[in-house]
């Protein structure tokens, strides 16, 4: 039975996929708000999803808001909804910066509201089968690029992108970040297009991440060191190898001294000595089960998996990499003349 009147705001790329996925939850009944009246009819055509101009011409009471709007417009249409009564879903980043996203947090749950956030990568099935095998990482390599898409150029690719895996890294790291450095450039601008970052914790685990939204290739995939594993995850492919040593492998493999041994180490290397175990990854629609989770939230009252100060979090270190990428580039802009005078000299 349909029981939550839920507004999608905003029918774009990935609005779209929200509304459709929304439309298929059997308690949900969605109705969209979209400002363009091409978008408007492509819902009601494709979907057959009613929708609206605007969150006034809504009739009744609405349940809760699942915010898929540029970033730049998250807060305004959050502070809304909330005022509105109703429980967020919000895409990420939670908001355009660190304040906005301090004041959402605060306002949902002065008044009782879930706000989840977006960081469906959480969801990600193959994210899901390696989490349980990874406890206290000690080194996190995340790479994320695409092609240039023309969307989301409202932000900087950390914000757009990186914020995915910085998401993921806070998840598995309970630990305060000492220390961050980061490089970065814009290619197509106005924004950072590409960027690597370097994070270390408290507790010493060691975060590299590189995002790119101007390459050749595709690629969404992370590496996870811990004391008795190294996981291979591909989040675009949906599969996890686990390498894990055998017992006393240290101790056997450097007993090993004649050729003939040494060439036997090396050919059953990744059978015998680490061998390499695919993990079983249960497919799964991640904005589906995203959603599944928000409707859930709303009825228990239950936490979401990934919560807005979550959010608020990512984009808080997002932000931090954004004024150190900064900060790198006017050094290395005094800096690189007198290099070049002295190379030059020399
Ligand atoms: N979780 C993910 O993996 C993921 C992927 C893509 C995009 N996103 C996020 O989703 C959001 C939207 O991205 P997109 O690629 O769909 O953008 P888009 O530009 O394709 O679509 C945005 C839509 O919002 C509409 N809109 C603008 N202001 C509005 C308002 N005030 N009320 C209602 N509608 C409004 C626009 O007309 C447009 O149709 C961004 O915040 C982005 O970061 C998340």
């Given at each position: 039975m349909k029981t939550k009147k839920i507004a999608v705001v905003g029918a774009g790329h990935l609005g779209r996929i929200h509304a459709k996925l929304a439309a298929s939850i059997e308690s949900i009944e969605p109705v969209v708000v979209e400002p363009s009246s091409d978008a408007r009819a492509f819902i009601e055509k494709e979907h057959g999803i009613p929708t609206v101009e605007s969150l006034d011409q809504i009739d009744g009471v609405l349940d809760g808001g699942i915010v898929v709007t540029p970033t730049q417009t998250h807060f305004s249409v959050a502070a809304d909804l909330l005022d509105r009564g109703c429980h967020l879903l919000l895409e990420k980043p939670i908001c355009a910066n660190g304040a906005s996203a301090t004041d959402l947090c605060e306002r949902a749950s002065q008044l009782g509201r879930t706000l989840q956030v977006g960081h469906v990568e959480r969801f990600n099935p193959a994210f899901v089968a390696a989490r349980p095998l990874i406890h206290q990482p000690k080194y996190i390599e995340t790479t994320r690029l695409t092609p240039y898409s023309f969307r989301a150029t409202d932000v900087s690719v950390i914000l757009d992108l990186m914020i995915h895996d910085i998401d993921l890294v806070l998840s598995m790291v309970k630990s305060k970040v000492l220390s961050i450095q980061a490089v970065g450039t814009s290619v197509v601008g106005p924004h950072l297009d590409m960027a690597k970052a370097w994070l270390e914790f408290e507790n010493g685990t060691v975060a590299c991440l590189t995002a790119s939204r101007c390459s050749y290739t595709s690629q969404r995939a992370m590496q996870v060191m811990t004391a008795e594993k190294h996981l291979h995850i591909d989040?675009?492919?949906?599969t996890v190898n686990a390498v894990t040593p055998v017992e006393g492998l240290a101790d056997q493999l450097r007993g090993i001294t004649s050729p003939e041994e040494v060439q036997a180490a090396k050919d059953g290397m990744f059978e015998k000595w680490l061998p390499i175990e695919a993990v079983t990854v249960t497919p799964q629609n991640a904005i589906l089960a995203e959603q599944l989770e928000f409707v859930r939230c709303i009825e228990t009252g239950d936490e979401p998996t990934v919560t807005g100060w979550d959010g608020r979090d990512a984009l808080l270190i997002a932000e931090q990499l954004e004024a150190v990428v900064k900060t790198t580039q006017s050094k290395m802009d005094s800096v690189l003349p007198e290099r070049h005078v002295l190379h030059n000299v020399a």
């Open positions: 989040l675009a492919g949906q």
